[in-house]
């Protein structure tokens, strides 16, 4: 699953910087807009096994391009966990019967009829919070640049 964000505008801004504008300064605040999801994500993602977050990384593209990317092969259950499932039936694959513990006790079953899951939306509040976070980040990097 890959968190996308795509900024409005971006574009406008960057036909407008002057020439002279180093494209290390915009790589920079692409950089630290990934960091800023990567973190918050990290910091939100449910931990069961660990898998999950384990697979949580950036990826650069280009240098104005970084993705944030969370399951994969390694916890293909990534998109069910962020937005939940409908009630479904589940039946046994490899064997006779599922085996499962409930209250501490272990049950077999031929079939069961699971409710489904609301899912927990850990990217999008990751995204929310890392949005402030950039709000901030960008407000400190102007005055930066202004008090020089």
Known sequence: MRVEID??????VVQKLSPDTPLALLEKVVSE????????????????TGRLLETTRMEKISPLHIDVVSGGPQAPYAPFVAYGTRPHIIEPVRARALRFEVDGTTVFAKRVMHPGYAGYPYPKLAIEYAIEDFKQFLKEEVAEVFHK
């Open 7 to 12: 900024v409005k505008g971006l574009d406008v």
């Open 33 to 48: 807009a990934a960091c800023l999801v990567n973190d918050r994500i990290r910091q939100f993602v449910p931990v069961r």
